[in-house]
């Protein structure tokens, strides 16, 4: 078993990896951590400076400690983001269809942003090839049309 600030470090760790801190988002603050972890500050503060060292967190002395990265790209399940990404993209598109406005806005961090506009761009280039093979639908044309729209509205933003 490790030291405790070793602990402390690997939960942190975890809980960012988890998805409950993103990327440039502020970690509660050091007394936080501390309650939360029935502990002192000096081991808290050993925890943060282990995930400084491997990349992890940052440590802005005016605001606190800020996460920098949630891992390797490569330990992400593509096939959950992508799912995960078609749920938002349907929740989008029902807004924007009962709202009638044309225009929904929404906040997304760096991550939701890679996997919406990965999934945007892979349901296009289905949609397409799937179009060509099969003939034309109206429905799937329209869905085509939009989804080709929202993408290019996503990366011009």
């Known amino acids: 078993m490790g030291a405790l600030h ?10 960012i990896d988890a998805g409950e801190w993103f990327t440039g988002e502020k970690l ?26 491997d990349g992890v967190v940052r440590d802005e002395p005016t605001s606190g400690w800020w996460v920098t990265s949630r891992g390797s790209p490569w330990e992400v399940n ?14 989008v598109l029902a807004a924007a269809e009962a709202q009638r406005k ?7 961090d760096s991550a939701t942003y890679y996997v919406l506009t990965t999934a945007l761009l892979q349901f296009v280039q289905e949609e397409r090839l799937r179009l060509e093979e099969e003939g034309e ?14 993408y290019a509205e996503v990366e011009n933003a």
């Open 137 to 150: 639908e109206s429905a799937s044309r329209e869905h085509l049309e939009v989804a080709e729209q929202l």
């Open 78 to 91: 593509v096939v959950e983001a992508l799912h995960a990404a078609h749920s938002a993209l349907d929740r």
């Open 28 to 53: 509660p603050g050091v007394h936080v951590l501390m309650t939360h972890y029935s502990t002192s500050f000096d081991a808290v503060r050993a925890a943060l400076q282990l995930l400084q060292l």
């Open 102 to 108: 044309g225009s929904v806005t929404f906040e997304v």
């Open 6 to 15: 070793e602990l402390i470090a690997e939960d942190l760790r975890a809980r």
